[in-house]
């Protein structure tokens, strides 16, 4: 299956960084609660994401990732996930997440 240029200009991807990392032990995966602030229009955005085998709710706090901003939320048991935070597998499978290797302005749209 080949994709276009067009479909990849649909999804919206953003850079915002992690503001809030709770623990979301009623999720069905070990998962964690993530505000992430985008800056300007977009503000801050909820997600839930499985990613304990790396990260710790602590260490994720100023973090800088990105994550698709323009799917509709979607309810995630007790959490309405406003955004999709991106990662690629490791290894084993376990999530690591993408964010840029310098602090750049929040909002920044990936292209």
Same mark, same amino acid.
Do not use: H, S
């Given at each position: 299956m080949s994709a276009s240029i067009e479909d990849f200009q649909k999804l919206d991807i953003r850079v915002g &960084?992690?503001? &809030? !990392?709770?623990? +979301?032990p009623e999720a069905r995966k070990? !998962?964690? &609660?993530?505000? *992430? %602030? +985008?800056g300007g229009e977009l503000g801050e955005k909820r997600s839930s994401a499985q990613i304990t085998a790396h990260? !710790?709710?602590?260490?994720? *706090?100023? &973090?800088?990732v990105l994550a698709v901003?323009? +799917?509709?939320?979607r309810q995630i048991g007790k959490v309405l996930s406003e955004v999709l935070v991106l990662g *690629?597998? %490791? !290894? %084993?499978?376990?999530v690591v997440l993408i964010g840029p290797d310098q602090d750049v302005p929040l909002g920044g749209r990936l292209f």
């Open positions: &960084r992690i503001t &809030r !990392a709770e623990p +979301f070990p !998962a964690i &609660r993530l505000w *992430v %602030d +985008f990260y !710790a709710p602590e260490e994720l *706090v100023g &973090r800088q901003v323009n +799917f509709p939320p *690629v597998p %490791d !290894a %084993d499978g376990e």
